[in-house]
């Protein structure tokens, strides 16, 4: 038998099949089968979930074959590709067509239907969530449906299912919005605690997009500000193969992938390791095209948690949960990162209805993350923080309600479109109630 797992290792489930779809017809066979037989079916992506959202019970669907563009409309100026593609491959096919997305997240390893389904995100910009630059989507519904959604037609899949936990159906086509292919400055530098939060608002304003590591039990964090310029990608100046190799290879995935490995098995050195990283690296700034500027390698391992905060309150969560971390003897060997997104109309995204502050916490792969994680997340959710449904976090259908306006909204939709629970499993019964 085939055994799933997530790239974690946090989740892993044996299903009873597994399937390739090349096709909608042949997910909506699938999904039939499924329905007769009374079992339950879900559509696995790369993994990068540090959930189970996507485990499977029975049946697994991959998503191999359901790759690659199927049209580009340039007077919509909008792009289809098929849900299992991924989106580094993606960001290829929109690089040779002079097309880029606005805005992504620092990892490209996932499917479109994984990243938009779990509200993956960048930050900044006009839109900091995939979902939100969504202007489509076909999908096979939990009932046996092969429905098209967008602003025209289906429009309630359409506001509510952009993030849709794969609980209302297998996607199997999405349509983006996509813009003219446009570059990036990059400025990297090192930050102290203190000017972080003095100079995060002008930060914020002055910049496009802007992403921050800060080190716990150190005052030093890593800034990366990126800011759109109006040169053609043709003139892109990126960082010469050999700082690149020693920055985004080297310093931040071998060197720091041994250190956190050190790190989790030697506590006490976690302090000295943490200001040596928060100052190894050396300020660089450089052009590229906007997808190699979002996007880094990430090859070293981690579990992850991230809550999205109301933006005028993202800053004091974040020195309550600093004030957390010193209170207690943790060492805890990776950085907090922190990011910003304005608000959005996706009913079941983190920053629905409201602008948002992002903090994410992590702990090398071999480290303990729970007591770590509750801690923190008290402090999120005293704070009206909504978790990242692809990250580790506790909330409940229960919790969840009070946060999101829609969300029985999105209850009933399931009812319409999944009555049998075909495309349930514990996580979604966890999050969503049966």
Known sequence: MTTWSNWAGLERATPSRTEQPRDAAEVLAAVDRARAEGTTLKMVGSGHSFTAVSAPEHTMLTPQELTGLVRVDRDAMTVTARAGTQLKHLNTLL????????????????TLAGAISTGTHGSGGTNAGLAAQVAGFEIVTGAGELLRADATQHRDLFELGRVGLGALGVLTEVTFQV?????????????????????FDELTRTHHHVDVHWFPHTDGALLKANTRVTDPPATASPPSVLRSWWDDDFL?????????WLGSRRPGLVPR?????????????????AHRVFVSPRRVVFREMEYALPRDVGLEALREARRVIDAHDWRIGFPVEIRTARADDVALSTAYGRDSLYLAFHVHRDADHRAYFAAVEDVMKSFGGRPHWGKIHTRSATDLAALYPRFDEFLTL?????????????????VLGD
């Open 414 to 430: 399931r009812d319409r479109l999944d009555p049998d629970r075909v495309l349930a499993n514990p996580y979604l019964r966890h």
């Open 252 to 260: 931040s995935n071998t060197v720091f992938g041994a250190a956190s």
């Open 95 to 110: 690089e040779s067509a002079g097309l880029s997305l606005h805005n992504m997240g620092d990892i490209a390893e996932q």
């Open 179 to 199: 813009e003219p292919l446009f570059c990036l400055e990059a400025e990297e530098r090192p930050i102290g605690w203190e000017e972080l939060l003095e100079s």
């Open 273 to 289: 390791i943490n200001a040596f990283a928060a100052g190894a690296l050396t300020p660089r700034t450089y052009t590229d095209v």
